[in-house]
């Protein structure tokens, strides 16, 4: 589904059983904009509508529907596999601490990648382990 309706953040919010605020909270936005993405009638084109999305995803809630708002036929329900998105979350945001450390490693040393294979794996966990601790918390913290 490439948009949400109004409709569906307010009824994905009470599924879930989330006050405005702390939806807000959740997707790191002001609760004005909560409110003005629910009162909206039909479709919302807002920039914030990902982030907002995204949070009632991390939350458990799925969007479906056929794509025309005008059908009233999109809806929310309680996504199957629960689980999935933030497994995909923290899987994300792990590759991408993974990368930006090791593209920072390596331009501080461009031969770390000819180093014994134990020297390697030890530099990169060893670099990485708080790094992906606080990926891993932060994606858990907004799913929570």
């Not at 309706?5 to 605020?21: I, N, P, S």
């Not at 923290?90 to 920072?104: C, G, H, N, Q």
């Amino acid at each position: 589904m490439g948009y949400v309706t109004g409709e569906q953040f307010r009824a994905a919010r009470a599924m879930l059983g989330w006050e405005q605020g702390e939806l807000a909270e959740r997707a790191n936005v002001s609760v004005k904009t909560i409110k003005r993405l629910e009162a909206t009638n039909g479709r919302v084109e807002a920039h914030s509508e990902w982030t907002v999305k995204n949070a009632l995803e991390l939350g458990g809630i799925e969007f479906v529907g056929d794509h025309d708002w005008r059908d009233r036929n999109d809806g929310v329900r309680f996504a199957k596999d629960r689980t999935g998105k933030l497994r995909r979350g923290i899987v994300e945001e792990t590759a991408r601490w993974l990368d930006v450390t090791l593209k920072m490693k390596t331009d501080k040393d461009a031969d770390f990648f000819e180093r014994s294979t134990d020297d390697v794996v030890n530099a990169i966990v060893e670099e990485v382990r708080e790094g992906v601790r606080k990926s891993v918390k932060d994606t858990l913290n907004r799913a929570e």
